[in-house]
């Protein structure tokens, strides 16, 4: 069982990303139902499940891997990104000479990427 080095996963539309055994081996044997994988925090603690969102972005984590009974501590590394460009929305305003224009001014609001401003 071969493991990459560091896995780039990118948070999807919703900004979640979810860790699957396709993921993060280079060689899969069996069936992905066969793996289960732990996801450790930097500190050593136990991820609750193998969720990722925009509190993650730009986090290191360690993920272990078991295959059937055997737990392989295999101490690869997952950065969770985002790299979804933002979604283009076009509203009609109407705005006079002169008129302050910006978008906040305007009341709207914009994303980049997963993160609201």
């Known amino acids: 069982m071969a493991c990459n080095d560091l896995v780039h996963i990118s948070l999807d539309t ?3 990303a979810t860790v699957t055994p396709e993921m993060v081996l280079e060689d899969l044997i069996g069936s992905p139902s066969d793996y ?3 996801v450790y925090y930097s500190g050593g603690q136990e991820q609750a499940d193998l969720l990722f969102d925009t509190r993650d972005i730009n986090k290191n984590t360690t993920i272990n891997l078991a295959y059937s009974i055997l737990e392989i501590p295999v101490g690869e590394k997952i ?5 979804f460009p933002p979604p283009s929305t076009c509203a009609n305003h109407t705005v006079r000479c002169g008129d302050t224009i910006t978008p906040r001014y305007l009341g709207l609001q914009f994303r980049i990427g997963c993160r609201l401003q």
Request: hydrophobic content about 45%; some cysteine.
């Open 36 to 38: 289960l994988i732990k």
């Open 14 to 16: 919703n900004c979640i």
């Open 79 to 83: 950065l969770i990104e985002d790299k």
